[in-house]
């Protein structure tokens, strides 16, 4: 492995790889360094002066995003290209890039080195048994394929339903893995508890990396359901819905509703299988079905009176009975024990009934106090929300600012269309409304219609001069447009201003916008701010004790810094990096061709395809390179020659998720739906 660029402090750079193809390179990769704290001085101070190793400070940031890199193997094709960064890691300042794949010789195919291809594969998970008795042992099992690159993985099961005291429970990683096939093992043994809280549990796999809540993302994961029974009926019961879970885990609700009404005709006092009758009637729109299979819920569930109540009623309010939903919560609410907290579910079913009466106070009463319980889910959020600002709209139907809300709630649902006719609606009855003006451009341009947006920039920057969110929106629309002269004055113009001059947007537009005025030298200083900004504040590591009189670190702080804030940010440092190299070396093909691929993915596609081909004139042309300048083609719209050369690279690289993705929205863009939804098929299944 060699890498051609000046990463390394001087001469070749060595690598190794394991079985999986995963390479370890070393190289300069960012910076170290090491200073006083002056905190830690004041905090520790008399103490510390006992230890002064302890007030220093050490940062390690890692700037290196992609490597560029030559593989050649006998009886295979050499691959030569820029190697993304997976997962680059300030603590232990190593960088481990995706895998590079090598095509035989005789082969059609490229070799290539596919971006965002699964590091973690999933082989297996299981629950055993998957009906089980109460006070009856049940084990979990997960088994994956993962990188040997340092990380530390912990996996695990979460369920929302109330089966065991705890709703996440993490599995034990076995030593060693399999020797045969290399997979590791994470296993865990429950015993049900002897009086279980529920019947049944869905429980969803999940894999973090390095430390909590750094989920990896597993895809095509299903849930997994564990059942407890007590009698020959219910195993039954439990057995049939067993089938009719895979049914609705493959999206098949029609065919799992009649399995699960199958089911309920064995054991018809048990809860679980009206619960999912109910959800399944909502969702394939019949709401008097799913009143009745709530309502022999309440009947059947009397230890979780509040919870069933709250489903009961919600199958009410697509009925449209919202009087009674009202009248059976109210009498819940009641008789409840005030000493206890009330469920969250039933809190939140209060809110939406007395959204639908369009009484709005007491709607965000309850919700609060839903709130205060714990988090609630986004969709549950998001839903709530557009229902109460389509409350608030029938409630005042002129009110400019109650359209406004109800546009801003179908934004954040991604509804952009629908957002947009709202602003024009808010627009109508308030023209000067210089926000709704700019949220409607966001909506267009959300749309994919960014010149139908351009207007309304326009017009609010005209009705609202000094308002700098709006002058830095109409800059980032001239510049994705093209106009790069008037999209440089107005970067200009919010760069001057000190409440924005240490904006990421601003510093990242205006860089761009001079370096397509050939201000080269200030294009570098911007972008080097840029970056700077864009990095994310690091994670801080250290032992600190508290002596009494303030803090004492028994070692240096640690701050490691190994990503970015903003994506674009990654971009911006190739692009200063293929600079600065040009400017040391002019002759450079890598560096031409490093910063030319920089600036065709950040818009500057004119500029970004001479360096492009001229890098290729001069002997470097990456296998990635065909996707390159077809991506210039596109943003230059000349579609015809990006849909040939597109075509041609799917064909010798068909792992190419982003070609893919490209012609797929070309297709839709000529009408052509069914190869646009060929391609994209072809796309997710590399994501699966």
């Not at 230890?303 to 059976?328: C, K, N, P, W, Y």
């Not at 000190?498 to 050939?518: E, S, T, W």
């Not at 929205?665 to 072809?682: I, M, V």
Request: with cysteine; hydrophobic share 45%; aromatic share 6%.
């Amino acid at each position: 492995v060699e890498h051609a660029g000046q990463f390394a402090t001087s001469g070749r750079t060595t690598g190794s790889t394991d079985a999986e193809g995963r390479y370890q390179v070393s190289a300069l990769i960012g910076r170290k360094s090491s200073k006083l704290d002056l905190m830690s001085l004041v905090e520790g101070f008399p103490i510390g002066l006992i230890m002064p190793w302890g007030l220093f400070k050490h940062t390690r940031i890692v700037d290196l995003r992609q490597s560029a890199m030559r593989v050649e193997r006998a009886g295979y094709k050499p691959f030569v290209g820029l190697v993304a960064a997976q997962v680059p890691s300030a603590r232990r300042y190593t960088l481990h890039n995706v895998d590079v794949l090598l095509a035989p010789v005789e082969s059609p195919l490229l070799s290539a080195a596919p971006p965002e291809r699964p590091r973690e594969r999933l082989l297996a998970y299981s629950v055993e048994p998957a009906i089980a008795a109460p006070g009856e042992k049940v084990t979990f099992t997960a088994r994956f394929r993962l990188p040997q690159d340092g990380a530390r993985y912990t996996a695990g099961f979460y369920t929302p339903n109330a089966l065991f005291k705890f709703d996440d429970f993490t599995l034990k990683r076995a030593r060693h893995p399999d020797p045969e096939t290399g997979a590791i093992t994470f296993q865990r043994v429950l015993e049900i508890p002897k009086r279980p809280r529920g019947e049944w549990a869905a429980l969803r796999l999940w894999l973090d990396r390095d430390e909590k809540y750094n989920e990896v993302e597993l895809p095509g994961v299903k849930d997994v359901l564990l059942q407890v029974a007590r009698t020959p009926e219910e195993r039954e019961a439990a057995t049939q819905a067993q089938a009719a879970f895979a049914l609705e885990t493959q999206d098949r609700p029609a065919e799992a509703l009649a399995r699960y009404q199958e089911a309920v005709a064995t054991a018809p006092k048990r809860p679980s299988l009206w619960a999912r009758i109910g959800y399944l009637s909502l969702q394939l729109n019949r709401p008097r079905d799913s009143v009745a299979a709530f309502e022999k819920l309440v009947a059947t569930d009397p230890e979780h009176h509040e919870v069933a109540t709250s489903h009961f009623a919600t199958a009410l309010l697509a009925a449209g009975e919202t009087q009674r939903a009202l009248d059976i919560l109210t009498a819940v609410e009641e008789k409840a024990d005030k000493r206890k907290r009330l469920p969250r579910e039933f809190l939140l079913a209060l809110a939406r009934t007395h959204l639908a009466r369009n009484d709005l106070t007491r709607a965000d009463q309850y919700y609060a106090r839903a709130v205060k319980i714990g988090r609630v889910p986004g969709e549950v959020a998001q839903r709530f929300h557009l229902e109460r600002a389509r409350a608030a709209v029938k409630a005042n139907p002129e009110d400019p600012d109650a359209r406004l809300g109800l546009a801003r709630a179908l934004f954040d649902m991604q509804r952009y269309e629908e957002a947009a006719t709202e602003h024009h609606q808010a627009l109508r009855r308030d023209p000067g409304n210089v926000w709704a003006h700019l949220d409607l451009a966001q909506c267009l341009t959300a749309a994919g219609r960014d010149r139908d947006a351009l207007p309304h920039y326009q017009q609010a920057a005209q009705l609202a001069p000094e308002n700098l969110e709006a002058q830095l929106a109409l800059a980032d629309c001239l510049r994705r447009q093209g106009h790069f002269p008037e999209a440089l004055a107005a970067y200009r113009q919010v760069a001057a201003a000190p409440a924005r001059r240490y904006d990421f947007r601003v510093q990242h537009g205006l860089g761009l916008m001079l370096l397509a005025a050939g201000e080269t030298d200030a294009a570098m200083e911007a972008l080097g701010r840029a970056i700077n900004l864009a990095r994310e504040k690091g994670q801080l590591t250290g032992t600190q004790v508290y002596t009494g009189l303030g803090m004492l670190s028994i070692a240096p702080k640690r701050v490691a810094i190994d990503r970015f804030e903003q994506p674009e940010a990654a971009l911006d440092y190739a692009l200063l990096h293929g600079l600065r190299q040009l400017k040391r070396t002019p002759e450079s093909p890598v560096a031409e061709y490093l910063a030319g691929a920089a600036m065709v993915e950040l818009g500057l596609a004119d500029n970004g395809l001479t360096l492009v081909r001229r890098a290729a004139a001069r002997g470097f042309a990456p296998n990635d390179a065909r996707y390159v300048v077809a991506l210039a083609h596109l943003r230059l719209e000349q579609r015809s020659e990006a849909r040939r050369l597109l075509e041609e690279l799917v064909r010798v690289e068909p792992e190419h998720r982003r070609a893919l993705e490209a012609l797929a929205r070309l297709a839709f863009e000529a009408g052509d739906t069914a190869r646009g939804q060929a391609y994209l098929l072809r796309a997710r299944r590399l994501e699966l």
